[in-house]
């Protein structure tokens, strides 16, 4: 067994802070069944350097140099799906920022899942967090630190370990969270094909029940503290969904909360994301200095902040809203501008409680977007969503498979939300000007077309083929002149398509 010291202090070269390794635990680890300890650090030649088999769970101080200020604290928890910590770019670089900003930063080493190590994984991570907390609180009179303004970020995984800490009922309580394209809920229609933490954490046989109380965003209450949340919408492996679920969970208890959302990035963009050529940490720092939990030492501009697309679009729906509220059990018209376009929709449908909320130009990350603010407060009976087209044509790196991808992520938040509305997606139309990726619109349809065969409520409109002529061309004469948006002849096919699918 090796010697545990309660403090090991080590100088990081180039850092301006000192780096305290502290271990958790003194004595037995509660949980370990043994003391064994094979923790081993990957560093790959592409890819994010790493450490696996963590068993000897510690707390990595960065102290900033103003050690006579009462400051605020933010313990990090890495991701990594509970098998692995990438504790570089989501951990130590994160701490040397935020201690030259003059904040005190821990990185938490928590316990990550391997066979036959512990007696029972999935709490161990929580207590190493909770853990983490009693130290920090403990020795704050030490370290300088406010406990009024001890906050928790989270990356992934990691996300996922600091919401269940905010949302948690017992332990030390956190003052706010920073959330990076966190894991939040661990229910079906929001966990993604490629997501491992759920299975890492829970093991194989898990319970109805148990993925409820692992979910975050079901566990919010009005002592939820506020939080910062940053994702992209392309997130393939944490759907954007998860934090807007969070998101939404606040605000319906009234709690302070901030959304910034990407439009590209990925997942695993750390504290910068490449694709946008941007840092979202000063933008974290300046929400925790507008809500009083950190006070810069030199004052900065406040940049112009510019809307999100399509921001005054969403505006004028809720004021017609809240002048006119939609009737119950209407059906509802989502997407992009083919619908948009269908101003005179109703006069098509004559019988049916139409709402059109198409706006134009839109992809289907905007309104995932805006979900929240144009379907979900509906309650609508069915949502027809014509979306994904804009998508394929927005460039040659958005494939059919991230449109369906985008797709899936929307019907969940509506299947969550709404588990009563059917759900009905409208075919990407053939269209001439966009010749030229014909191929990926055929291959989007036909793969949303087989996987809303699998989901109940949910109705797949093909009028691709309708809207060819006998030789399988499409047809000039259904469009106008731009050759994209059609003419009345091309919506009367809808109408013939589409009325058999509408509900009474």
């Known amino acids: 067994m090796k010697t545990v010291f309660a403090v090991i202090a080590s100088l990081i070269i180039g850092c301006a802070q000192a780096q305290l390794v502290i271990p958790l635990y003194s004595g037995k680890i509660p949980g370990n069944v043994s003391d064994l300890d094979n923790e081993k650090s990957l560093t790959p030649e592409k890819g994010r350097p790493s450490v696996i088999n963590v068993s000897h769970p510690s707390l990595i101080a960065y102290l900033p140099k103003t050690p006579n200020a009462a400051k605020p604290a933010v313990i990090i928890c890495p991701g990594g799906g509970y098998v692995r910590l990438t504790i570089e770019?989501?951990?130590?670089?994160?701490?040397?920022?935020?201690?030259?900003?003059?904040?005190?930063?821990?990185?938490?080493?928590?316990?990550?899942?391997?066979?036959?190590?512990?007696?029972n994984y999935r709490n161990l991570p929580f207590n190493d967090l909770q853990q983490a907390l009693s130290l920090v609180y403990n020795r704050a009179g030490e370290w300088n630190i406010d406990t009024t303004k001890i906050g928790l970020l989270g990356f992934s995984a990691g996300g996922h370990l600091a919401a269940m800490g905010a949302t948690s009922k017992t332990g030390k309580r956190t003052a706010f969270t920073i959330l990076a394209y966190p894991v939040i809920s661990f229910t079906d229609s929001l966990v993604s094909p490629t997501l491992k933490s759920r299975s890492s954490l829970l093991g194989k046989q898990f319970t109805e029940a148990d993925k409820i109380q692992y979910s975050p965003e079901l566990q919010v209450s009005a002592s939820t503290p506020p939080a910062f949340l940053v994702h992209a919408q392309d997130d393939s492996t944490s759907w954007v969904g998860n934090s807007i679920a969070y998101y939404k969970a606040l605000t319906a208890k009234k709690i302070t909360g901030e959304l910034m959302i990407y439009p590209r990035g990925g997942h695993g963009f750390a504290m910068y994301d490449k694709a946008m050529g941007e840092s979202w940490l000063p933008q974290a720092m300046k929400w925790l200095g507008l809500n009083g939990f950190y006070k810069p030492g030199t004052p900065q501009p406040k940049p112009a902040q510019a809307a999100p697309p399509f921001y005054n679009d969403i505006l004028a729906f809720k004021k017609l809203d809240s002048e006119q509220p939609p009737a119950p059990n209407s059906i509802l018209l989502v997407g992009s501008s083919s619908f948009t376009r269908w101003k005179d929709v109703n006069d098509y449908f004559p019988g049916y409680p139409i709402i059109n909320r198409g706006f134009g130009g839109s992809v289907l990350t905007d309104v995932i977007r805006y979900a929240y603010d144009v379907i979900l407060p509906c309650k609508p009976k069915q949502v027809l969503i014509y979306c994904g087209e804009n998508d394929l044509a927005s460039g040659d790196s958005i494939s059919a498979a991230a449109v369906v991808q985008r797709f899936k992520t929307l019907f969940g938040i509506i299947r969550q939300n709404l588990p009563n509305t059917v759900i009905s997606y409208v075919s990407i139309k053939p269209s001439p000007s966009r010749a030229q990726i014909q191929g990926k619109v055929k291959e989007a349809n036909k793969q949303i077309q087989a996987w809303i065969k699998t989901q109940p409520k949910a109705q797949f409109i093909d009028i691709y083929d309708s809207m060819l002529d006998a030789k399988k061309q499409m047809r000039e004469e259904l469009y106008v002149q731009d050759r994209l948006h059609m003419k009345p002849e091309g919506y009367a096919i809808w109408k013939r398509i589409i009325t058999p699918y509408l509900i009474k």
């Open 89 to 119: 770019d989501g951990g130590y670089e994160v701490a040397k920022s935020l201690a030259d900003s003059g904040v005190a930063a821990f990185v938490l080493k928590y316990r990550t899942w391997q066979d036959s190590t512990f007696s």
